[in-house]
C-alpha cells in the first residue's frame, strides 16, 4: 500500500511559477514510475508528465513540453511538478499517481489532489 499526498497547490498569476510536491509512503520509491494528472473544472482527468524509474525517461503531455517540469528525489521520495508561464486553462485539480509495473496508463495508487488556480 502506497500513500501519496500532494501539496504546493494555491493560487498564481498567469505567466507565474508554481512547484507541486508528492511524498510518497508505503513503497518503495525509487522503482515506481511517478506521474501528474490533473482534471480542469468540468472535465475529465488527464495526463500531465510521467517519471519512469526504470529508464529514467520522462514523458509530458504537448500542453505541458516546454512549460512544466517533472523531477524526482529518491531520497526524500518525493516527486516534483514545477509549472512554468502557467495559463488560466492550467487551472485544475493536480493528482499525484505511481505504479510498481505501469500497464498502458493504469496507476496503482493516487493521492487526494491539490487545487491549482490560475487568474488572468
Known amino acids: 500500500q502506497v500513500q501519496l499526498v500532494e501539496t504546493g497547490g494555491g493560487l498564481v498569476q498567469a505567466g507565474g511559477s508554481l512547484t507541486l510536491s508528492c511524498a510518497a509512503s508505503?513503497?518503495?520509491?525509487?522503482?515506481?514510475?511517478m506521474a501528474w494528472f490533473r482534471q480542469p473544472p468540468g472535465k475529465e482527468r488527464e495526463f500531465v508528465a510521467r517519471?519512469?524509474?526504470?529508464?529514467?525517461?520522462?514523458d509530458y503531455a504537448d500542453s505541458a513540453k516546454g512549460r512544466f517540469t517533472i523531477s524526482r528525489d529518491n531520497a526524500k521520495n518525493t516527486v516534483y511538478l514545477r509549472m512554468d508561464n502557467v495559463k488560466p486553462e492550467d487551472t485544475a485539480v493536480y493528482y499525484c499517481a505511481c505504479a510498481a509495473v505501469l500497464v498502458g496508463n493504469q496507476y496503482d495508487y493516487w493521492g487526494q489532489g491539490t487545487q491549482v488556480t490560475v487568474s488572468s
Open positions: 517519471s519512469r524509474w526504470s529508464s529514467g525517461r520522462t
Open positions: 508505503g513503497g518503495t520509491f525509487s522503482r515506481l514510475t
